[in-house]
């Protein structure tokens, strides 16, 4: 038996390919659609006559940007978040000793593993925009 070895190659280059799972989902998710509707219509449901109506304009749950965007919000605000209150309040409290707000003093912890000492504070301070207080940079 004779085996072509282009049309197979074509065939496994094929296989192979990287889809586009974003266009496959939005397929299907148009399919799903389409077949909900029919069966609707097959027990006797009134579709509107728009498919805007009822709808809230709100964004393409499809979207895989918004949710990056929520997940790296939701990192943000775990990282920023104090381990206790009592905790939170003794860096609030030497934040403003620094003259830095608790967002830079939480920053410089994470970024160094170290609090932050007048030096660094003094840095940080020099770094900020040029007229900004530190309610500006909050």
Known sequence: MAVNFAVSGARAQRRTHVRDTRQETRTAAASWRERRVNDLRAMGVVIPLSD???????????????????????????????????????????????????????????????HPTEEDARHIRAARPAGARLADVT
Request: cysteine-free.
């Open 52 to 114: 805007q109506l009822g709808h809230n304009n709100g964004p393409d749950i499809l979207d895989p940007g918004l949710l990056v965007g929520r997940q790296w919000r939701a990192a943000q605000e775990r990282a920023f978040a104090p381990p206790d209150a009592g905790t939170g309040r003794r860096w609030a409290l030497k934040a403003e000793i620094l003259g830095l707000t608790y967002r830079e003093y939480r920053l410089e912890l994470l970024e160094r593993g170290r």
